[in-house]
């Protein structure tokens, strides 16, 4: 999957029945193209890996905003779903858990936080999945910004 964000657009492609490595793929994303120096690019999996600055890592955690402050909300292209416990299973738990998170500038999930939880291990399954969330970060005046985000975990047996 490839995900180009562009000033008032997000594209999102998928390629599925290979894997990245097919010339076919390669081909694909390849081929994509939305204009002269129009957007970015952001890549799930083999990429350039970002390298925030000091002053990104820190406006991460300490001037992390609302969504109602941000001029574009963060898009989450792929949350994860996380794994059912074996004593969760076994003790027929279902329920929600809640997390309060950072959706950063620099494209992580960071200071995860329970709000409201359930035992049996599912807390910390949410908080696996949370970190494996895949977005394109707020913007406020025309910079990537990070964002509190509540983020919700259904545990529900089938």
Do not use: C
């Not at 599925?16 to 793929?25: K, S, W």
């Not at 416990?85 to 995860?112: C, F, M, S, Y």
């Not at 599912?122 to 025309?142: M, N, S």
């Amino acid at each position: 999957m490839q995900i180009f964000a562009t000033r008032n657009h997000i594209y999102r492609f998928h390629a599925f029945g290979a894997t990245l490595a097919d010339e076919r793929v390669k081909h694909f994303f390849s081929s994509i193209v939305l204009g002269k120096s129009e957007g970015i690019d952001v890549i799930d999996g083999a990429g350039v890996p970002y390298k925030p600055d000091a002053s990104t890592a820190t406006q991460a955690t300490e001037n992390a905003l609302t969504i109602k402050d941000v001029d574009r909300r963060p898009f989450v292209a792929m949350k994860p779903e996380p794994a059912y416990t074996e004593e969760a299973r076994q003790n027929q738990l279902e329920g929600i858990v809640l997390l309060k998170a950072i959706l950063a500038a620099d494209g992580t999930v960071t200071n995860i936080k329970v709000a409201s939880g359930l035992p049996y291990g599912l807390e910390d399954k949410a908080i696996e999945a949370a970190k494996r969330i895949k977005f394109i970060p707020a913007v406020k005046d025309g910079k990537f910004v990070s964002t509190w985000m509540q983020l919700e975990y259904h545990f529900t047996l089938y």
